[in-house]
């Protein structure tokens, strides 16, 4: 599969609207309408938030939920720039990838409401008096919360490209760049857009913090369903958080509809396959589109310049090239051992992690002592089992799951919006009613409150291995039929290994997000009541409530410590293995 872009050439004639440009014409309209509204609040003064506070009133939802439409669209647009930038060169060069892997475990691992108190400042200076300062502050921190998963699904894409398709590749001559677009990118599509969709949905989970921006005394609530989903809490209106799910269920089938089911229809054309499969996803509004006349007459030029600029073999202008006087270099570098150049990367890599190591023991050495060093990694290996234990279950769930849902397309684009709705659905909204059973039965919190961390980020396994069910080739489905593999030998010697490197993938962004959550989970309140379990994830709640800085960067710490070491004794040898025995020939 070399995806071979072609443009089709629209006469005068063809562009003459028909009657399915008359039923798009309305829903374009809306569309770039609801942009443009959007667009505007969001330059507007900053003082504009505080004469319009957020008000429980039902009829307001609309606005709400296109600014947070907005907001976590700005973000996945700046995730994709993130993942086609990041996980590409992470693949493609060993030396970068040394290091940019384990920045991603550590990015990962770190809370996501740590960015904002970062990162606001600087948003806010950057465009003062404005509400696109706080705009930006809470589209970054919506951000964190969606580019590591596409990242890593990008990452392990490009690792397990089929040689035969290299081979093909460097047959025809392929530069880097035609290579990427013409084959690497259209390869990792199926699953980018299933991590995709996950980080729409997952974006929910911190849309409430990310649509409060507090700055020193002052807090600046952004107009959302987020702010208004928090302020129902906090009045404890169980009416308005009705009306905040409500509206959220009808977002997200508007964008399933609109958005990620026309992407996985589109996708799929570049699953690896020699046969066409005899079922595939279907959208209303990619079927639509291709039956107009004049939107595709209008998008033709834009289809031929994409078209060119994949095609396009990007030499150096000759006036950057080497010159005369260098050249004598550039020889001397090729004839330095590779051993020495790595040599040399491995010290800059030390002395730069040395530097900051020191800086970060200092800091926590000036509130802190043995001791709480000695506390946080007991507390550290309290959470690491919950958190072994709970991907195991979650595994065992939902993998078999996510198979026989991959391999049944209608039945995969029935599921498709209710999953995203369970992905999106604000776990915390679930935490009252732990914290009324477990007090109600008197249950142990060490034990009863751990499944809260795997409840938003079991389903990073279960959209991934749902996109390696349905990039599975349409040919090796009719070998196993023909050979007639059937049971357990069908999940052993076929699926199990066909879905491994989507699932490592998923399991990597779920074992990080379960880090994560074990901030709020492991300390959960409701009105007087509060349930505290043995974790780092307490550890670092309670000395946020305290204000101890160093304690709070020594949990974080040893947080992203455990976590990089997990990554690297588990799941980067499963990575490897996947790429050497399990990607397609």
């Known amino acids: 599969m070399v995806w071979i872009h072609t443009s089709v050439s629209v006469k005068a004639a063809d562009a003459t609207p028909n009657r399915w440009d008359v039923l798009a014409l309305p829903l374009v309209i809306g569309l770039l309408a609801l942009i443009a509204i959007g667009g505007r609040q969001m330059a507007a003064p900053l003082d504009s938030i505080a004469t319009a506070p957020v008000v429980l009133d039902p009829w307001m939802l609309p606005d709400y939920a296109l600014r947070s439409t907005l907001r976590m669209l700005a973000a996945m647009a700046a995730s994709l720039v993130f993942t086609f930038t990041y996980a590409t060169l992470a693949a493609k060069s060993r030396r970068a990838g040394m290091l940019l892997i384990p920045v991603l475990d550590v990015l990962q691992s770190v809370p996501v409401l740590g960015y904002i108190s970062f990162t606001v400042v600087f948003f806010l200076a950057l465009f003062p008096g404005s509400v ?110 009705g009306w905040a799910v409500l509206a959220m269920l009808l977002v ?80 001397w570098l090729d004839r330095v051992p590779a051993r020495w150049v790595d040599g040399a990367w491995y010290a800059a890599l030390a002395v730069v992690g040395l530097y900051c190591g020191w800086s970060m023991v200092s800091f926590i050495a000036s509130g802190a002592d043995w001791s709480d060093v000695g506390l946080a990694f007991l507390l550290g290996g309290a959470t690491l089992l919950r958190v072994m234990v709970l991907i195991a279950v979650a595994s065992l769930i939902w993998v078999p799951l996510g198979i026989l849902i991959g391999l049944r397309p ?93 699932y490592v993938t998923g399991a990597v962004t779920a074992s990080g997000g379960s880090w994560n959550a074990s901030i709020v989970a492991e300390a959960v309140r409701w009105g007087d009541t509060t349930l505290t379990a043995h974790g780092l994830g307490s550890y670092i709640a309670q000395a ?29 040898p499963l990575y490897a293995f996947a790429e050497r025995r399990l990607r397609l020939a």
Not at 493 to 502: A, E, I, K, Q
């Open 132 to 241: 696109m300062g706080a705009e930006c502050a809470a589209i970054f921190a919506i951000f964190t919360s969606q580019a590591w998963n596409m990242a890593f699904s990008f990452y392990q894409s490009l690792r397990t490209v089929p040689r035969d398709l290299d081979e093909v590749a460097d047959g025809f001559g392929f530069s880097g760049w035609q290579r990427f677009w013409a084959l690497e990118a259209p390869y990792a599509a199926p699953g980018l857009v299933w991590n995709m969709m996950m980080s729409m949905s997952g974006g929910w989970f911190f849309v409430v913090a990310s649509e409060a921006i507090t700055v020193g005394d002052q807090t600046i609530t952004l107009p959302g369903v987020g702010s208004y989903l928090a302020e129902a809490i906090a009045q404890q209106r169980l009416d308005a958080v």
């Open 252 to 331: 997200i089938l508007a964008y399933d509809q609109l958005l990620f089911r026309p992407l996985v229809a589109w996708a799929a054309k570049f699953r690896v396959e020699l046969t066409g499969s005899q079922e595939s996803p279907e959208s209303w509004l990619l079927d639509l589109y291709q039956r107009t006349r004049f939107f595709r007459a209008l998008f033709a030029p834009l289809d031929a310049l994409i078209g060119r600029a994949i095609w396009w073999r990007l030499t150096l202008p000759r006036a950057l090239k080497v010159g005369t006087a260098a050249r004598p270099l550039t020889r």
């Open 410 to 502: 209608r039945l995969a684009e029935a599921v498709q919006p209710a999953a995203q709705f369970l992905a999106a659905f604000p776990a915390n909204l679930l935490f009252p009613v732990a914290v009324v059973l477990i007090v109600r039965f008197d249950l142990n919190p060490d034990v009863w409150l751990s499944p809260l961390m795997i409840l938003g980020t079991q389903w990073y396994i279960l959209f991934n291995v749902i996109a390696g069910a349905a990039a599975f080739p349409s040919d090796l489905k009719e070998a196993v039929a023909n050979f007639r593999i059937r049971g357990w030998q069908w999940w052993r010697d076929v699926m199990l290994p066909g879905v491994f490197p989507y």
């Open 544 to 572: 946020t409530a305290e204000g101890d800085y160093p304690r709070i960067v020594l949990g974080i710490a040893v947080m992203a410590l455990l976590v990089t070491l997990f990554n690297r004794l588990l799941w980067r």
